[in-house]
């Protein structure tokens, strides 16, 4: 079967597992943890400062330890609840670690493609938990090399990032490299840095018209049967 691209690039959180699935439940079980009621508003609270701090990641302005070992002290002081913020993270971690719902039918499709082309995963976060989520989802067999920002020192969107994700991928060919992810801002915009093709994730049509364009979208990972055949 002729395959549109060879090297495909997988984003991990919201593309392949469920990411939001996985936040809940270890936020849900750090409030257990410190005796505290969790709510809906709570984790609302929680998701804007985090998001926050990783737009800064992203950008530049904030190192990868700055994001995660100050973001529960950031936030818990938002609730008049002091915290040691290192030692909040590290339970965090300890509980997010055990997230790994997968995202739809993402192991199938997985287990179809690397069959038919070399896939590697590309992601912003820390090592060991993306590598203990993605064994514990059985998706790490099936792909070549697994690339987190945290070994890189780069991230997504930086062009470094993917710099040192091409030197890994003997012989790479980048018209017939394509990355797929759910964030416009982070996978499609550092596709578009490396100058290569973008798949775009979005369940939902977007309400605004967008400032990042890729080269494809999809509404879920099934779609991508039909687009790279």
């Given at each position: 079967?002729?395959?549109?691209?060879?090297?495909?690039?997988?984003?991990?959180d919201d593309?392949?597992?469920?990411?939001?699935?996985?936040?809940?439940?270890?936020?849900?079980?750090?409030?257990?943890?410190?005796?505290?009621?969790?709510?809906?508003?709570k984790?609302?609270?929680?998701?804007?400062?985090?998001?926050?701090?990783?737009?800064?990641?992203?950008t530049?302005?904030?190192?990868?330890?700055?994001?995660?070992?100050?973001?529960?002290?950031?936030?818990?002081?938002?609730?008049?609840?002091?915290?040691?913020?290192l030692?909040?993270?590290?339970?965090?971690?300890?509980?997010l670690?055990?997230?790994?719902?997968?995202?739809?039918?993402?192991?199938?499709?997985?287990?179809?493609?690397?069959?038919?082309?070399?896939?590697?995963?590309v992601?912003?976060?820390?090592?060991?938990?993306?590598?203990?989520?993605?064994e514990?989802?059985?998706?790490?067999?099936?792909?070549?090399?697994?690339?987190?920002?945290?070994?890189?020192?780069?991230?997504?969107?930086?062009?470094?990032?993917?710099?040192?994700?091409?030197?890994?991928?003997?012989?790479?060919?980048?018209?017939?490299?394509?990355?797929?992810?759910?964030?416009?801002?982070?996978?499609?915009?550092?596709?578009?840095?490396?100058?290569?093709?973008?798949?775009?994730?979005?369940?939902?049509?977007?309400?605004?018209?967008?400032?990042?364009?890729?080269?494809?979208?999809i509404r879920?990972?099934?779609?991508?049967?039909?687009?790279?055949?």
């Amino acid at each position: 079967m002729f395959m549109r691209y060879t090297t495909l690039l997988f984003d991990v959180d919201d593309t392949l597992l469920d990411f939001q699935a996985a936040e809940s439940q270890a936020l849900k079980a750090l409030f257990e943890k410190e005796g505290l009621h969790f709510t809906s508003d709570k984790e609302k609270l929680y998701k804007e400062v985090n998001e926050a701090r990783w737009r800064a990641f992203e950008t530049g302005e904030m190192s990868r330890d700055e994001v995660v070992n100050g973001r529960f002290g950031a936030f818990f002081q938002l609730l008049n609840h002091e915290v040691d913020s290192l030692a909040m993270e590290q339970a965090y971690r300890e509980f997010l670690n055990e997230g790994h719902q997968l995202l739809g039918n993402s192991l199938e499709v997985v287990q179809h493609f690397a069959e038919k082309a070399d896939l590697y995963i590309v992601t912003n976060g820390v090592s060991k938990t993306q590598f203990k989520r993605l064994e514990d989802s059985k998706l790490l067999p099936y792909f070549k090399e697994v690339i987190v920002s945290e070994d890189t020192g780069y991230q997504k969107p930086m062009i470094e990032f993917f710099e040192y994700t091409f030197a890994k991928i003997p012989n790479l060919n980048k018209a017939q490299t394509v990355i797929i992810g759910d964030s416009l801002s982070s996978d499609i915009q550092g596709g578009i840095n490396a100058e290569i093709d973008t798949i775009w994730l979005r369940p939902d049509t977007p309400k605004t018209p967008l400032a990042i364009e890729p080269t494809h979208q999809i509404r879920q990972l099934e779609d991508l049967y039909s687009l790279l055949s």
